[in-house]
């Protein structure tokens, strides 16, 4: 559970399974917003309908890792853990919070449809 004032804003508990996989489908291309703080670390995964925050991604020397906002799903009392806060690094450059992400994230496959 991040304390940064977007996911605060969001209402995010995201979930992150370094061992794990990930796969987001995207049914509708244009239904997917991207946002990218200053920092520029991740790209932060909006619904273009409703604007709730579905997932962080980024590309990583091993493919692609998210971190999943598991409200957004509807099972999401299976994730009855206690969420572990996580306070921003100021101190933290974008590099070090890339490989941060790289280690700590989900790989993760995303679907796009094509444009056919």
Known sequence: ?????????????????????????IADASEAVRY???TTSADYLLCGRCGVFV???MASDAGAVASLN????GARAA???????VLPAAEETPQQ??????DEWTV???IV???A
């Open 108 to 110: 993760t496959t995303i």
């Open 1 to 25: 559970m991040c304390t940064c004032t977007f996911c605060r804003r969001h209402a995010a508990v995201c979930a992150n399974d370094p061992s794990g996989q990930l796969l987001l489908e």
């Open 70 to 73: 598991v409200n957004v799903l």
């Open 55 to 57: 997932a962080s991604v």
């Open 97 to 102: 919070r890339r490989l941060r992400y790289a």
């Open 113 to 115: 449809p094509s444009d």
């Open 79 to 85: 994730f009855d853990q206690m969420p572990e806060i």
């Open 36 to 38: 990218r703080f200053a």
